[in-house]
């Protein structure tokens, strides 16, 4: 089975350009999450959707910062503009949410390393 | 969700028994206890999770005190391939999960 896949998988660029980061989840999950690791901050929450929804966007940094969700398979996190304190590991997860917290195992991609130059 | 703090870092030996604290004393009744770990850049990958019971699987034991504010995640017998930088958790009423700093284990040879 396929996993969740993040593309791209590295992507430099300079700083004040736009970056657009890409998040396929796993077939029949309902819930996705978008995360950013930095050595300083560690592993940070930026937003999450259920069932294409955002539900929680507190952890987005600031309004260069964008996400969305247009469909169940597809979503991307955007920023605009970039700047260099915005290099870090982005990492996408998504999980099937049955609406309790008995059982909500999140699937990890294998991240996108953003570096800004 | 509750706040969790683990020790920086723990070494353990090849085929000994590793076990990673956490403390959890602001946990709340509905909230459960989930760890994930995280080997080198990959992605955190999920181990276990518990509500007050001890659980065990192919991966991992978890023990939670009875008053709920700590536990330890045990693994029973470490490879090197376990190194990883572990993640204790609370989760409840929402989905969300708040990752401390978590613990860099490393095993031994």
């Known amino acids: 089975d396929a996993g969740v896949i993040q593309s791209p998988r590295h992507e430099v660029t300079e700083m004040g350009q736009e970056v657009t980061l890409r998040c396929k989840p796993i077939s029949g999950h309902n819930s996705l999450f978008w995360y950013r690791q930095t050595m300083m901050r560690g592993l940070e929450l930026l937003i999450y959707f259920n069932n294409n929804v955002p539900i929680d966007d507190s952890g987005m940094p600031e309004d260069r910062f964008s996400a969305k969700m247009p469909n169940a398979s597809f979503s991307t996190l955007k920023i605009q503009p970039s700047e260099p304190r915005d290099s870090a590991v982005y990492f996408c997860a998504s999980s099937l949410f049955a609406g309790t917290s008995d059982y909500n195992e999140q699937f990890f991609g294998p991240g996108t390393r953003l570096t800004v130059l | 969700d509750a706040k969790t703090t683990q020790p920086t870092s723990m070494d353990c030996a090849e085929g000994r028994a590793a076990n990673l604290p956490c403390n959890h004393s602001t946990i709340s009744g509905n909230e459960y206890v989930y760890w994930y770990r995280q080997i080198h850049s990959q992605g955190p990958q999920y181990i276990i999770h518990g509500l007050k019971n001890n659980e065990t699987n192919e991966m991992a034991s978890l023990i939670i005190t009875e008053d709920r504010k700590s536990s330890t995640l045990i693994l029973p017998h470490a490879t090197l391939r376990d190194t990883a930088v572990y993640y204790c958790?609370?989760?409840?009423?929402?989905?969300?999960?708040?990752f401390g700093k978590g613990t860099k284990l490393t095993v031994n040879p």
């Open positions: 958790s609370t989760q409840g009423g929402s989905e969300k999960l708040v």
